[in-house]
């Protein structure tokens, strides 16, 4: 196409609050342009990209059965409801309501909607399994979007949904479904890291984000030197060392601690160890019942596995009030002797020491060789500890690191989540009885994805997109007004143009030879194409790489077979 | 693919509330799903088919230099108070608010959109004229959906808009896209009439809809006999034939009229023709100004064409209250000495008739020979008048007749409707100075086109695609569990598989040949190829168009290259 013709225009200059690379090339490039915080048009240029991730994408879901649908953005509330997402999903859900007073949610992920689908259909043992996808918007009303295409409150997302007839079943196509993206994010040339991450409001039991490395992503996450063991930091686990287990138990003894409320203040008046120290934390839940989250002194709470445990929906501190109502006090409080109001959920680290001491649920008091089973027993134990760069990872031998990334996919074990809560989605199995779906569901976010690709493939100068998702194939640039080579330049189009090269063609009058340079180095199209009054005097026209220094010389004769073989993109196998 | 994996099964029947052909073949055929009123899923072959039809829009729009990219579908709600829409679009439009308050508009089209985009950039008139166009997701919040993709509440849409210099640029744009749109109406095999419509809450002066005729269209028109003049009812214009306009102007004279309020009272009791009397209607528009609309006792007033003459956003009838207040009488309303709070909007058909007759804006008491311009001087005069069937186009020669048909597609002249209302969407002109942009803007509904294709392409079995669109070009059914049938059809299978031919292969086993026929004929892909036994005795698989009865054995050997040339989807040029 002709860039004269091309709507967008570069900028000199990204504005300052574009901080992240992708945001500011993107934005400088003509790629997108903001409509209100959160939301981008997608300009010519930006939406070619866009649809080539788009067909990658298509084309693996194709060949490993997938099937592309579509269904309807405003998802009937009532179906959310179902599966008590209205209240998990939290200020993330935009709801609005129809001039019949119906309600609907805009969708943000589409699994009540497939089940919903399914269910209205009487399918057999036979018909399964099968995995649905499709494109289409999907909103998220963040509370921070930020960094252009990165973390945004409206965007394209593939999601697919799977349905099998168990769990055995499921495994293979989670598998499958697992090499399919490690596939879709080789082709596009991004290495991801596929780490172990928490389900969330999505549900079920187990999940993996597939993470590009970046400073600018915002999943942290914990790898262990070797590699083979990685999660999300909201669910990495890592190997407990022992403590003082082999100390003798000694028996319970209260004493009066006049000190101040924090861990510090404890380890400083007691003049021991702070591992030995218990870490006590008064929650409430959506129910508005207390937990008590005790750990060992020298690790802390994870939020997110400690939800996961006690299955509560959310959680909050509990108020210094809430605290002395169920007759404890706060900075003193203590499992032993507490009320049986409250829930105790013990960290698996308590079990590493002995001879713990705490408060004793009053004032200015505290409780020394407190031991878990004697003296209190938790309602639920577990691992609930937050793993930290340093500590061992599972394996006892590599240590963790930590890292992060841009979450640029993940896949979901669903299980019986959703067709437990909706009644109805259950097929008929080989005896003819009804049994539920075991589900699972798998997306990819477009934009994101894009973006994640400019993280890496940039220089100083601009983008360099990888020749499986550039705009154009070739950026070709006549420099100069001379009638020769504005005929060679036509003539060249042309030919292009017969023989199906994706060509962009800066015809603009108006811009010097520095700016087209300029403008193509930003754009970034893979192979950049020069006619000039220099290139002329040598029967040549000019070809560099986008990613090169290297300029060539290729006489006008063979320019149009090289170009065709230079630009063709290489399939995927 | 297999037909054992494909998504979606054929029924028997379509529930009863199913009552246009589209609807109850797109259903049974398992093309479409409802979710909610108005609101579908596309399953895996109706989303085959809506693609394909989009790809046939992308390719033609792309042909004349349009530039695909993408909007925001939550359009800033301020961008639609610009332009008046959240008023004029009234019901239809549905807002949501974002957690920080901020109110959004669901896309219903995207003026406001494209232009708060140009308006970003400093463009100049080298950047001009384009043509930017998105493939989106649209609501409208109808009152009445109906007809299952004939009218809904959410569709994707292809939506363009051009911005031009000039009116005259303009014009070669509109033309362009006219001759656009009848390639892609061609293409998809269906012959559409362009009709002359109202722009409604979209704005500017005219517009045309593309309409294919059917019965269960909900666009009314009117054509000429010879078909040179078509337009939508709300707009049709028609020759205005004399009537007494000869007749000698007779003095003004109240009378005593002791009748009921209608017209037909009116004529009994005056024993003088209808088309002498008076229709007098009282409106009143959004800012509560009452607007008299008179006209000749033969014609109705069209309420859509006095919308746009008198320029109101709304009207409505006044309640006799409202008559009495401004000291006129319900049943004997008249523009002569009339309160001049109203303003009186005259049809031109009043030029046709002399001495009048009409009520006297008081009970029981008429005025006879009224005559336009001598006893009132209307504050405006123009075409008012509702078209009729059997009525003369303006030609004066051709009879209208009355049609209808389904609205595929249209075009839209908005001037500067949009560019004046919202500041600072100019360019910069070849003096330097800013000027507006001038618009147009151009609609197809993917789902909707998708329904009139197969309101025309079915017969009493089932859908019969035309290939353009068709989800899969051959259906391959085997007939029997002989092994040898078996062979034979994996074979063949997996040879179209590598030329690329897409097939659809009913590998069902616990189908019956009856069964596998009948969901051949009701999903309509337009080549079957069948093995069976006695296809198999003759060397041959057996071959049908869908569109006709005639079965051809054509030899095994043979087959493929046969499928090859049959399935090849012609290029349109």
Redesign the interface.
Known sequence: MRQ??????TLREAPKEAQAISHRLLLRAGFI?E??AG??????L???V??RIKQIIKEEMDRV?G??????????LQLWEETNRTKTTA?EL???K??NE?E?A?GGTAEE?FV??IR??K?SY??LP?N?YQF??K?R?E?RPRGGLLRV??F?MKDAYSFDRNEAEFKKTYELMRQTYKRIFDRLGLETVIIEADNGYIGGEYCHEFVFPSEVGESKYLVSEDGKYAAHEEMARFYLQDKNSQEKILPLKEVTAKRGPTMEDGVKFHHLPPFQQMKDLMMVNEKNEMILAVIRGDLDVNETKLLRLTKSLTLRHATEKEIKNIGSWPGFISPVNLSKKVKVVADNSLRTIRNAYTGANKKYRDLLNVNIGRDYKPFLEGDIAQAQAGYLAPDGKQKLKANRGIEVGNIFQLGYHYTHLMKGSNFIDEEGKEKPYYMGCYGIGLGRTMAAMVEKYHDEKGIIWPETVAPFLVHFLPLGTDEKIKVAAEKLYSQLQEQGTEVLFDDRP?KTPGEKFADADLIGIPLRVVVSEKSLAQKSFEFKNRGENRVELVPVGESLARIKSQSQIIKYD
């Open positions: 004269s013709n091309l709507f967008g225009k342009r409509s209100a939301r981008y048009y997608f300009l010519p930006g939406w070619r866009h649809e059965g099937q592309e649908m579509l269904a309807p953005v405003l998802h009937p200020f935009m709801k609005v129809d001039r119906a609907f805009l909607m919903d689908l209205k259909f399918l036979k018909d099968f649905l289409s918007t909103f009303d509370m409150k409206e394209v108006d």
